[in-house]
Nanobody, 121 residues
Framework: QVQLGEIGGGLVQPGGSLRLSCAAS????????MGWFRQAPGKEREFVAA????????YYADSVKGRFTISRDNAENTVYLQMNSLKPEDTAVYYC??????????????WGQGTQVTVSS
C-alpha cells in the first residue's frame, strides 16, 4: 500500500513557474514508477509526465515537453514536477500516481488527492 500526497499548487500568471511535490509513504518508494496526471474541468484525466524506477528515464506528454520537468528523490520518497512557462491551458487538478509495473499513460496503481493549479492573469 502506498499513500501519496501532493503539495505546491496555486495561482500563477501566464509565463510563470510552479513546482509540485508528491510525498509517498512506505519504504519501497524506489521500486515504483512515478507519474503526474492532470484533469481540467469537463475533461478526462490526462497523462503529463512519468519517471522510471529502474533507470530514471523520463516521459512527457507533447503538450508539456520542454516546459515541465519530472524528477525524484528516493531518499526523501518524493517526486517533483517543475512547471515553467505556464499557460492558461495548464489549469487543472494535478494528481500524483505510483505504479509497480507501468510507466507512462497506463500507470495508476495508486493516486494522490490532487492539487489545483490555476494559470490566469
Amino acid at each position: 500500500q502506498v499513500q501519496l500526497g501532493e503539495i505546491g499548487g496555486g495561482l500563477v500568471q501566464p509565463g510563470g513557474s510552479l513546482r509540485l511535490s508528491c510525498a509517498a509513504s512506505g519504504r519501497t518508494f524506489s521500486r515504483y514508477h512515478m507519474g503526474w496526471f492532470r484533469q481540467a474541468p469537463g475533461k478526462e484525466r490526462e497523462f503529463v509526465a512519468a519517471i522510471s524506477s529502474s533507470d530514471g528515464a523520463t516521459y512527457y506528454a507533447d503538450s508539456v515537453k520542454g516546459r515541465f520537468t519530472i524528477s525524484r528523490d528516493n531518499a526523501e520518497n518524493t517526486v517533483y514536477l517543475q512547471m515553467n512557462s505556464l499557460k492558461p491551458e495548464d489549469t487543472a487538478v494535478y494528481y500524483c500516481s505510483a505504479d509497480r509495473l507501468e510507466v507512462g499513460a497506463q500507470m495508476g496503481d495508486y493516486w494522490g488527492q490532487g492539487t489545483q493549479v490555476t494559470v490566469s492573469s
